[in-house]
């Protein structure tokens, strides 16, 4: 049974930075492409970013993209998202996600437990 651990997140004014990190146990960590999605109140959940198992590419969504960074560290089975120039539309709940084979923008295989990003302006 795969498990994603959420921690990091919390409160930040607009402009300043947040990270995550999510560990996994359960399977071999660099088993699984990995990513972020977030959910914002009365929102559907929307892909943020994402990591290839095993070449490592990485991709982001637009809004996001040069603002945060996301990275693994294999040996410490644990993923992270550095998250800077934070604006209140990145407030949301934020999930680790992780997929079997192919990384898709609309669903994953397994989730986070999900952890709270909020920015005041």
């Known amino acids: 049974q795969v498990q994603l651990v959420q921690s990091g997140g919390g409160l930040v004014q607009a402009g300043g930075s947040l990270s995550l990190s999510c560990e996994v146990s359960g399977r071999s960590f660099d088993g699984y492409a990995m990513g972020w999605f977030r959910q914002a109140p009365g929102r559907v959940r929307e892909f943020v970013c994402a990591?290839?198992?095993?070449?490592?590419?990485?991709s982001y969504a637009f809004s996001v993209e040069g603002r945060f960074t996301i990275s693994k560290d294999n040996p410490m089975n644990t993923l992270y998202l550095q998250m800077n120039n934070l604006k209140p539309e990145d407030t949301a709940v934020y999930y680790c996600?992780?997929?079997?084979?192919?990384?898709?923008?609309?669903?994953?295989?397994?989730w986070g437990q999900g952890t709270q990003v909020a920015v005041s302006s």
């Open positions: 990591i290839e198992r095993v070449d490592g590419t990485t």
């Open positions: 996600a992780a997929w079997d084979t192919t990384i898709k923008v609309m669903s994953a295989d397994y």
